[in-house]
């Protein structure tokens, strides 16, 4: 029997190297491909370049905090073709007045002091023990650094102008999980609660000791939980 093809969306600043562990640990449940998510501005044109790069036939998709919102559109735009559906640390919710504004802040700071708008994101993006662990930092900034300036400015563009998904979701009919460390600062458990509630059928996953990027900071469980919910997709 044929593996099952899978793809993976990476959030803003990240890339390949985010999912690494799961690209690892699912060779043998799926064919991985890791969608590039540095060179549109639109949640829009992430979704049809990502779309664009899968093997004919029916995948499933998982994708992190913009690769969620990404995942979201690939439903809409791919949907007789998606097997199952992963949202890790994201929400379906359209970007707040207040956070709009605080990325144009950020947008603007990025052309002149780059790593600045690295450091200050790391924090969030991280739980206090895993800001002491050195080789999970270094990743952070290793993909940071490979998606530039000009990446970071399209992805911020593309997250600005994202849609409201929730009146969607009560469309999604594939197999869905759900899953967010329990101190993620940028999308709190309460609206992975949402999504879940709203998607019929979906699985909550709340990782303990994770904050916002649970692939990088709780691997095995987060591995573990796409085997669980790729076996789900052929019943």
């Not at 206090?128 to 563009?157: C, F, L, N, S, W």
């Not at 409201?164 to 979701?169: A, E, F, G, N």
Request: with cysteine; net charge positive; charged share 20%.
């Amino acid at each position: 029997m044929s593996k099952p093809n899978l793809l993976l969306i990476p959030g803003l600043l990240c890339d390949r190297r985010l999912w690494q562990a799961q690209v690892e640990g699912l060779r043998h449940s799926a064919e991985c491909t890791v969608a590039d998510v540095a060179g549109r501005n639109t949640i829009a044109g992430l979704a049809s370049a990502a779309i664009a790069k899968m093997p004919a036939g029916p995948f499933a998709v998982a994708g992190l905090s913009m690769g969620g919102y990404v995942a979201l559109e690939v439903v809409r735009q791919a949907g007789a073709r998606v097997a199952g559906l992963a949202l890790l640390d994201t929400t379906a919710r359209p970007d707040s007045d207040q956070a709009t504004a605080d990325r144009r802040r950020m947008m603007t700071l990025a052309e002149t002091d780059f790593d600045r708008v690295v450091n200050a994101l790391l924090p969030k993006l991280l739980l206090p023990a895993h800001m002491r662990d050195a080789k999970i930092v270094a990743t952070v900034k290793a993909m940071a650094t490979t998606t530039g300036v000009a990446g970071y400015t399209r992805q911020q563009e593309a997250i600005i102008g994202r849609i409201d998904s929730r009146p969607h979701l009560a469309a999604i009919r594939c197999p869905t999980l759900v899953l967010c460390g329990r101190d993620d600062l940028l999308t709190p458990v309460a609206l992975h609660e949402e999504m879940a509630n709203a998607i019929p059928g979906a699985r909550l996953v709340v990782a303990p000791q994770c904050g916002h990027l649970s692939p990088l900071e709780q691997p095995q469980l987060v591995t573990m939980n796409l085997v669980h919910w790729l076996s789900g997709q052929g019943r």
